[in-house]
């Protein structure tokens, strides 16, 4: 009888053999790490055609219908983390694939957000270029002290921003559609309606899940309404933002800077506008990627493989 065969897409860092080997796999699967994104649907189908089970990491690869519709053998999907938006699971239960998640790790994309606002206000990276390039103090940075932190979700991200803006001594303040008074004050910060968070956010960050409702939810209009010395700071989806008109107000300088992780189109096109942009620090998806977190989904998918082998999976996405 052969073994069951499994796939791990996207591993960009080159990590998953080494997290596979400190592991125990079972001894009766063929894995198989794909190092390289592929976006043509024909290629990705012809590439896993023979696998029984794929692992994929966060939303690097979609699984739309039409993908599913032409992988025969698949019968167990495993996504990093509790919910990928880019898995069609009406298609999935059609196909009967079953759709496992992995646990995650609680503060790498929060933590990231603070590392994308320091760099930000204080010029780290230009000032890391000019220093190897033999200069010397090149830019005056802005502070945190007083100013006011705006947090676009109060969720478990939302709230590690949050918390860390008021050890920080800063005005924090909040929206979302169903943000109450309670849950503010649970928190410590003020809630406000959608357009005094825009208007007086020096910092403005963004902790929002992806859905119809938040899809290109800050528009021109919105950052019109920013002040001109405020920074957007961005962890959490792209589509949330409208992407031209951010790459307009960054250019015209309507707002002062932009720190982002996450993008329309990942990876992001070598030609983008963003790449251009120097009011912008940039990172390629980063929230996630942590030593720790990465330990939790691969321990994930081991859990969801042996659940699905033994004929009990674990760890099943309802949606």
Known sequence: MSKPKAAILDDYQHVADSLLGAREVPENLEVTVFHDHLDDE????GRLQEFEVVCVMRERTPFRRGLLERLPNLRLLVTSGMRNASIDMTAARERGVTVCGTPSVGGPTAELAWG???GLLRHIPQEDRATR??????????GLLGKTLGVAGLGKLGARVARVGLAFEMNVIAWSRNLTEERCR????????????????????IHLVLSDRTR???GAAELAMMKPTAVLINTSRGPIVDERALVEALERRTIAGAGLDVYDTEPLPLDHALRRCDNTVITPHLGYVEEANYG???DGYLAAI???????PVNVVKG
Do not use: H, M, N, P
């Not at 024909?42 to 189908?45: E, F, I, S, V, W």
């Not at 910060?189 to 960050?205: A, H, P, Y």
């Open 306 to 312: 042996r659940g699905y082998l033994g004929g009990s």
């Open 296 to 298: 939790a989904y691969f």
């Open 186 to 205: 649970e928190i410590g910060v003020s809630r406000v309606g959608k357009e005094e968070l825009l208007s007086q956010s020096d910092i403005l960050t």
């Open 133 to 142: 390039g033999g200069g010397w103090q090149e830019t005056v940075g802005g």
């Open 42 to 45: 024909d290629a990705l189908a």
């Open 216 to 218: 290109g939810l800050l």
């Open 116 to 118: 994308l606002i320091i």
